[in-house]
Antibody, heavy 120, light 107 residues
Framework: QVHLVQSGAEVKKPGASVTVSCKASGYTFTDYYMHWVRQAPGQGLEWMGWINPKTGGTHYAQKFQGWVTMSRDTSISTAYMEVDRLTSDDTAVYFC?????????????WGQGTLVTVSS | DIQMTQSPSALSASVGDRVTITCRASRSISDWLAWFQQKPGKAPQVLIYKASTLESGVPSRFSGSGSGTEFTLTISSLQPDDFATYYCQQYNFYPWTFGQGTKVEIQ
């Protein structure tokens, strides 16, 4: 049974950084990509990018290049997403989501989400 | 970026109704389209991928169709568990983009 378990809610001040983790279980971590998607309060879904856990290769939406970093630790089947220089616009629920490599990386499972609140 | 436009943004329906949601892409995405259902406070769940393929475990009352720029999600007989927000998402071009969502409410 596939599970993606994310770290807990965070409250950060503007200008700070935050790292969200996503621990995978129930499958071989390196056989699937990991996407990150965010959702501002009451808003829709915004795709941020993906990481290939096997190689560490990444692809970011242009909007997030330079201030979002995706990484992984294969020894503990965990993906990470770091957002730098937080502003109030980054207040959102951040989701990790598994991507199927042989199906154009489509998403099949999601983590439960992590609320990041940016407030002074 | 590819714009995904869903219609309607919200609808009210009764249990047993047939419901159709439309998603239009700003240019052709072939059939690289997925539909997700999201309930309040929960993560989205995939219903349909590649425009018309039902995800394993999803009830057969859900169906998808379309290709190119116009797509539909149909719920053949609305059930109480189906009241939620539905999103389409294209995965043909980067950045991947989602529709703005369609909220299905109880009439």
């Amino acid at each position: 049974q596939v599970h993606l378990v994310q770290s807990g809610a965070e409250v950060k001040k503007p200008g700070a950084s935050v790292t969200v983790s996503c621990k995978a279980s129930g499958y071989t971590f390196t056989d699937y990509y990991m996407h990150w998607v965010r959702q501002a309060p009451g808003q829709g879904l915004e795709w941020m990018g993906w990481i290939n856990p096997k190689t560490g290769g990444t692809h970011y939406a242009q909007k997030f290049q330079g201030w979002v970093t995706m990484s992984r630790d294969t020894s503990i089947s965990t993906a990470y997403m770091e957002v730098d220089r937080l502003t109030s616009d980054d207040t959102a629920v951040y989701f990790c989501a598994r991507g199927r490599e042989l199906e154009r990386l489509r998403i099949d499972y999601w983590g439960q989400g992590t609320l990041v609140t940016v407030s002074s | 970026d590819i714009q995904m436009t869903q219609s309607p943004s919200a609808l009210s329906a009764s249990v047993g109704d047939r419901v159709t949601i439309t998603c239009r892409a700003s240019r052709s995405i072939s059939d690289w389209l997925a539909w997700f259902q999201q309930k309040p406070g929960k993560a989205p769940q995939v219903l349909i991928y590649k425009a018309s393929t039902l995800e394993s475990g999803v009830p057969s009352r859900f169906s998808g169709s379309g290709s190119g720029t116009e797509f539909t999600l149909t719920i053949s007989s609305l059930q109480p568990d189906d009241f939620a927000t539905y999103y389409c998402q294209q995965y043909n071009f980067y950045p991947w983009t989602f529709g703005q969502g369609t909220k299905v409410e109880i009439q």
